[in-house]
T-cell receptor, first 114, second 115 residues
Framework: AQSVTQPDIHITVSEGASLELRCNYS??????LFWYVQSPGQGLQLLLK??????LVQGIKGFEAEFKRSQSSFNLRKPSVHWSDAAEYFC????????????FGQGTELSVKP | GAVVSQHPSWVICKSGTSVKIECRSLDFQATTMFWYRQFPKQSLMLMAT?????????EQGVEKDKFLINHASLTLSTLTVTSAHPEDSSFYIC???????????FGQGTRLTVV
């Protein structure tokens, strides 16, 4: 079955510290992978996406993610977290020619300590 | 990037009434649109896939007679929640499929509260 797992429901990091949010997927076809961020009561903002090519993907707001096929993972990283990064983060997977139909992970809530 | 507009951004309705939510792709034609529902503190769950000019495909467990979807043009899909009940209160988000069929672009979402 197709699925996306974000093992960490809630993570707290200190401002300025590094961050890694985990994402594992199970998908029969070649996956297209996405990370979105959602602030409370708001819609989704795309941070980055992976379709093919270089497995290290750079996104907006200083985020990056690395696709590891052998581990079925697409972890999100940021070297130095800012207080404004506090939000809910969703990993999602889709496939070519599905028009953007996505399966979302459960989400990871990020809190940032001053 | 492509722009998808969803309207209204929030709505409060009385139990038993119907509510219509619009999803428009402003600068591209979307043959496929998707409707998701998100309960508080939960993830987004796909409700249905809407294809222009044809009937929507609903995910398992989603009542097609309750959640009416119409995709009459390449830029507009609507979701009508019929005979709404408090348990239908949720955040509804649409997305429109891109030209290359590889990703979709999300609307801002609609917060529905049924009282």
């Amino acid at each position: 079955a197709q699925s996306v797992t974000q093992p960490d429901i809630h993570i707290t990091v200190s401002e300025g510290a590094s961050l890694e949010l985990r994402c594992n997927y199970s998908y029969g076809a070649t996956p297209y992978l996405f990370w979105y961020v959602q602030s409370p009561g708001q819609g989704l903002q795309l941070l980055l996406k992976y379709f093919s090519g270089d497995t290290l993907v750079q996104g907006i707001k200083g985020f990056e993610a690395e696709f590891k096929r052998s581990q079925s993972s697409f972890n999100l990283r940021k070297p130095s977290v800012h207080w404004s990064d506090a939000a809910e983060y969703f990993c999602a997977v889709g496939a070519r020619n599905q028009g953007g139909k996505l399966i979302f992970g459960q989400g990871t809530e990020l809190s940032v300590k001053p | 990037g492509a722009v998808v507009s969803q309207h209204p951004s929030w709505v409060i309705c009385k139990s038993g009434t119907s509510v219509k939510i619009e999803c428009r792709s402003l600068d591209f034609q979307a043959t496929t649109m998707f409707w998701y529902r998100q309960f508080p503190k939960q993830s987004l769950m796909l409700m249905a896939t809407s294809n222009e000019g044809s009937k929507a495909t609903y995910e398992q467990g989603v009542e097609k007679d309750k959640f009416l979807i119409n995709h009459a043009s390449l830029t507009l899909s609507t979701l009508t929640v019929t005979s709404a009940h408090p348990e239908d209160s949720s955040f509804y988000i649409c997305s429109a499929g891109g030209l290359l069929n590889t990703e979709a672009f999300f609307g801002q979402g609609t917060r529905l509260t049924v009282v």
